[in-house]
């Protein structure tokens, strides 16, 4: 019996620890390893040389958003105090008319804010015609879109960062 034992008892390597690593750079590249920590140490060192050596993704990124801004001045213009669309687009709704008004009036007036009244003539003046302009908005104020202040005829409207963004985007759609 004992002949038995001692072969079936082979002796047993020590296990090797197991490491995982996943990193997430700002440029949106992805890296994950799992292995003995000297492998994912040499993959790492070759994953973050390779982003290095390419062109910042951010700095391009930005340039190519540059280029891909709308006109606002080929959009809007300024007439009797009010920042008007040139023309009015068949698949353009109040709500987005008035929210690309007001990033327009920010860019091109550089005002932060509108007044309701000044902003419900410039709508109209646009060729919509909205029957209340704070029903028509309320969607986008609670999107957080745009932030009001005031109340009935002393009210202000500011578009938020993320408003500029919505505007952005259907503005590009209509160039």
């Not at 646009?126 to 879109?145: N, Q």
Request: charged share 30%; glycine share 6%.
């Amino acid at each position: 019996m004992k002949n038995q034992e001692e072969t079936s008892q082979e002796p047993q390597k020590p296990a090797q620890q197991s490491y995982k690593l996943r990193i997430r750079h700002p440029s949106g590249a992805e890296f994950e390893a799992e292995g003995p920590a000297e492998f994912i140490l040499k993959e790492k060192e070759g994953f973050l040389s390779a982003l290095n050596s390419q062109p910042a993704p951010a700095q391009a990124k930005m340039a190519e958003n540059q280029a891909e801004k709308p006109d606002w001045s080929a959009l809007a213009e300024m007439r009797n105090g009010l920042t008007i669309l040139k023309n009015k687009h068949p698949q353009l709704k109040c709500p987005e008319a008035a929210l690309i008004i007001m990033a327009a009036e920010r860019q091109l007036a550089g005002t932060q804010e509108v007044s309701a009244i000044s902003l419900s003539k410039a709508v109209k003046a646009s060729g919509y015609a909205p029957e209340r302009l704070d029903r028509v908005l309320t969607k986008a104020m609670r999107e957080g879109l745009i932030k009001a202040s005031g109340a009935k005829r002393n009210r202000y409207y500011y578009i938020t960062d993320r408003g500029l963004e919505r505007a952005w985007l259907d503005a590009r759609k209509l160039q």
